[in-house]
C-alpha cells in the first residue's frame, strides 16, 4: 500500500539557523564539551588508540610485518598498517558581496543585513538566559526583549562610542517609559539566592530570640512603660492649668505696657509747614 507523504515547505529561518551553526568555529569556550573532532571514524572497539586523528591503510606484505617493528619506536598494534597526517582543511570560500539593499529581495535583505547581527545577539541572550537560571524557574527579572534591545544598541558598527550606554539611557526608550511606566519587580526577583537566604536566616534567628521568656517579658515591660509614660507633656501642662491657670498666657511687652500708663499718651503725627501755616 503506497503512503502519499506530504513534505513540508523549508522554513527560511531554519535555514539560516543551519547556515549560521556551521559557519561556527569547531572550537568554542562555552560549550558543553570540552573537545570537539572532526574524526567521525574512529570507534575505540574496532581501533586502537594510536590510529586516532590519522590516515591508515593496511599493507599486504608476504613476511610477518610484527618482525620488523621496534617497540621503543612505535607501536605493536602499528604493525601493518602505512600512516600518514590528514591533508590541513581547506579554508572557506570568501562571503559573497552583499547585495544593493535598495534592491535586493527579502530574503536577500534578510541574509546579508539582519540575520547576521541578530542571530548572534539571540545567542548571547540565551548565554545569559542559562545564567539567569531562566530554564529552571517560571518567573525570572531577566527580560530578552530588554537583553537583545541594548545589545543590539549597543553594538551598531555605525555608533562606537554605546558600549557603557544602558537600557534607560536609549532615548527611544526613554520616551517609551515616560508614556509606559513600568511598576517596580517584588523583592522575590530583586533579591539573589544568598540575599534572600540572608534575610531569612535574620528574620528567624530574631524571632528565636523574641520567643525567649525573658525576652518576652522584658518587651512586656516596655510596652507598659511607654503606655505609662506616654503624653508626658500633656501630663505636665494639664498639672500646671490646676496649679496655675493662665501660667502659659504670654506677657505683653514691657516698653508697651508702660507707653499706656502714661497720661496724655496720644499718637504723634507729622503735619507739613502749609498745613502749620
Partial sequence: MAVIVKVPEKNLWSEICKDFDSRRPPFRDDDEQSVRTEYVDFDPSKHNPVFYGKMHEKVLADADPALDIDPATSHPACAGFAFTEKPPASPPPPPPDAPNKDKCSPREYLEHYIFPWLLPAIEDMLRQ?????????????????????????????L?????????????????????????PLPLSLIWTEDEATQIIQNYWRGFLVRKDPEVQELRQWQREWREETGGIQDKVSQFWDKKMPGWDTPTPNASEDQLNKEEGNAPITVKSPSQQT
Avoid: M
Avoid at 172 to 178: A, C, G, M, R, T
Fill in 129 to 157: 538566559a542559562k545564567k539567569e537560571k531562566c530554564l529552571e524557574r517560571k518567573r525570572t527579572k531577566f527580560n530578552a526583549l530588554d537583553y537583545l534591545t541594548e545589545t543590539l544598541y549597543k553594538k551598531n558598527p
Fill in 159 to 183: 555608533h562606537k562610542d554605546r558600549e557603557n550606554v544602558t537600557l534607560e539611557e536609549i532615548p527611544f526608550v526613554k520616551e517609551w517609559l515616560k508614556d509606559h511606566p513600568r511598576p
